[in-house]
Nanobody, 115 residues
């Protein structure tokens, strides 16, 4: 059974930083590309960043230069370091992976940026 468990969401002031984690189980983690998505109230879920099993990385334009995605295959964990947070980053952040037609999601972790 595949499980993705996000953690690290919190309330933070504008300009602050957070580090999200996604712990995976039930998959051979090193073989999977991993993704962070987010969904703000009233908005569609959007891709934030992705990292392939080879370590190739891409970011949404809105977070490039502020967010850093990484993975630790020994710990079966993916991370999202978020710096320079602003209110527009407020959303539920989800961990995702997929293989062929199978698509797996975590339960999400809330990030709120507010003074």
């Amino acid at each position: 059974q595949v499980q993705l468990v996000e953690s690290g969401g919190d309330l933070v002031q504008p300009g602050g930083s957070l580090r999200l984690s996604c712990a995976a189980s039930g998959i051979t983690f090193s073989m999977y590309a991993m993704y962070w998505y987010r969904q703000a109230p009233g908005h569609q879920r959007e891709l934030v960043a992705g990292i392939t099993n080879d370590g190739d990385i891409n970011y949404a334009y809105s977070v490039k230069g502020r967010f850093t995605i990484s993975r630790d295959n020994a710990k079966n964990t993916m991370y999202l370091q978020m710096n320079g947070l602003n209110p527009e980053d407020t959303a539920v952040y989800y961990c995702n992976t997929r293989w062929s037609t199978l698509n797996y999601w975590g339960q999400g972790t809330q990030v709120t940026v507010s003074s």
